[in-house]
């Protein structure tokens, strides 16, 4: 692959990195020599939490800011390390009286308030499996997963509980609901107990579950064990290279995975002081952000750097971020314009990592010492084996196209699909997990990323399952039946595009074209109010037929292809067309 070298020169490094030389860590690297960095009960046994937050409470971190917080309005909240123990122990203890217990799926329906992360370290001390929930979510995307999980409670608030509550009929064994902004849940947290025992935990037991979307059904639920925080918290040291000085923004949210793993589990293991904004997306408040805490390591997507560069370099330098050293970016490909903006605005590259749900924790990544070629993900981080195969599992050549996999058996590997052992066995063939995405390897040992190999949609880093989106559509009483693509979009990686057929009675309807556009718009809107906010179909097309197999499944290749007047290739095994 051709690419623009950006090669690291003495003043990217004023700062010595904690990992300095990538090659030689990676041929001498073995797992268990890094565990002794993590703290393990006597028993031998761990807590994922604990390791976050608790174990620097015996050290001089006590009182060190652990997240400094600030919401829209400006208003400011400040925690150290003790009071996230002492606030996450509540969490437990109220659980523990709500009769949770190990194993119990525990599920979060927050925005980005501090009682999300306490809640979250609360279910774990307790050896519960805590579940995340976007706050964009509507009843459909709530009933898949609370159903599917058995969750026995839910945690949320009083302007997100009517949303469950249009369900709870639907979901016999949902116990209790707490509303974390009620004044008897504040008294209730005020009087509880702040001590608690830590449950012992062994590294492969359930710590926390993400719904997550394939080309087909439901979203399924992924599942991880404690022993994800060793993966977790050695990248935060390693790729986000964090420092005891640092004051780190991730700009996730924990309902995706990069939230748990780098806003609370791995970068509060590595003891640094992190800000969680929990407002929206605006360029000058974000910069804002960056410049009052003097954020020194960012952690965001490619869409928002992509939102960032139209107000240009000048909007930069309206502010002061000569705090910040180091930034890195996840979720979807980083675009080289978007590299090659940074170093202009900023004076410093975006560091492309990758990895997903089911990885548990970064993969395949740009370090701070190593020259990034432009466009690239970087290389497998120590302890990892990646490759690309081909669809037996058998390994291809330098430069050869074909699937991205890893050698089964990293610490934060997935432990499970919950309830789903057949889809977990499917990741793997020929002893190689099969990540999805089609990429190649340079001679040099990069990877690069080309595209998903199924039909699951990156819509601004969210992954979003077509048939999720076809379900909510033909739920409306004008569809028969809707075929959903990502569609490439140079803002937000794709967007959803929906091909939809209608009833034959709204068929003479849209020939006027206002008609038509209403309804549009209104199918959308309907998919937004059901399913989630950012799942809704930003394009729709009315179509006669689907192009569908002889065994009636829908060829969203075809509909892709022909969106993007590409030749359809192989229409052999299509019913017609
Ligand atoms: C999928 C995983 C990564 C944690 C949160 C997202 C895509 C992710 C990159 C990247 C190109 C990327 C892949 C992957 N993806 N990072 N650096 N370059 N594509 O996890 O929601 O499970 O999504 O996101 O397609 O399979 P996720």
Known sequence: MKSVLYKKTKKDFKILPNLEDYERTYERFNWKDWEKELAWFEDGKINAAYNAVDRHVDTWRKNKIALYWEDDDGTQKKYTFEDVALASNKMGNILKDFDVGRGDRVFIFLPRIPELFFSFLGILKIGAIAGTLFSAFQEQALEDRLANSDAKVLITNSELKPRVDKIRNKLPNLKHILVVDTESFTKTFAHTSSELHISHMDPEDYAFMLYTSGTTGKPKGIVHGHGTVLQQYLTAKWVLDLKDEDTYWCTADPGWVTGIAYEILGSWAC?????????????????????????????????????LMPKGTQLVKQFDFSSLRHMCSVGEPLNPEAITWAISAFGMPFHDTWWQTETGAMCIVNFPCMDIKIGAMGKPFPGLTAAIVDDQGKVLKDNEEGNIALKPGWPSMMQTVWRRPQKY??????????????????????????????????????????????????????????????????????????????????????????????????????????????????????????????????????????????????TSTLEEY
């Open 271 to 307: 003891g640094v002081t992190s800000v969680i904004f929990a407002g929206r997306f605006d360029p000058k408040r974000w910069y804002q952000i960056l410049e009052k805490y003097r954020i020194t390591v960012w952690y965001t997507a490619p869409t928002a750097i992509r939102m």
């Open 425 to 570: 066995k499917s990741y793997f063939v020929n002893n190689w997990y099969i990540t999805g995405d089609r990429g190649m390897r340079d001679k040099d040992g990069y990877f690069w990323f080309i595209g998903r190999a199924d039909d699951v949609i990156k819509t601004s880093g969210e992954r979003v399952g077509p048939f999720e989106v076809e379900s909510a559509l033909v739920a409306h009483p004008a569809v028969i039946e809707a075929g959903v693509i990502g569609k490439p979009d140079p803002l937000r990686g794709e967007i959803i595009k929906a091909f939809v057929v209608l009833q034959s009675d709204q068929q003479a309807a849209i020939s006027n074209k206002k008609v038509g556009d209403k309804l549009k718009e209104e199918l959308s809107q309907f998919v937004k109010k059901h399913l989630a906010g950012h799942a809704y179909p930003r394009e729709i097309e009315f179509i006669d037929k689907l192009p569908k197999t002889r065994s009636g499944k829908i060829m969203r290749r075809i509909l892709k292809a022909k969106e993007m007047g590409l030749p359809v290739g192989d």
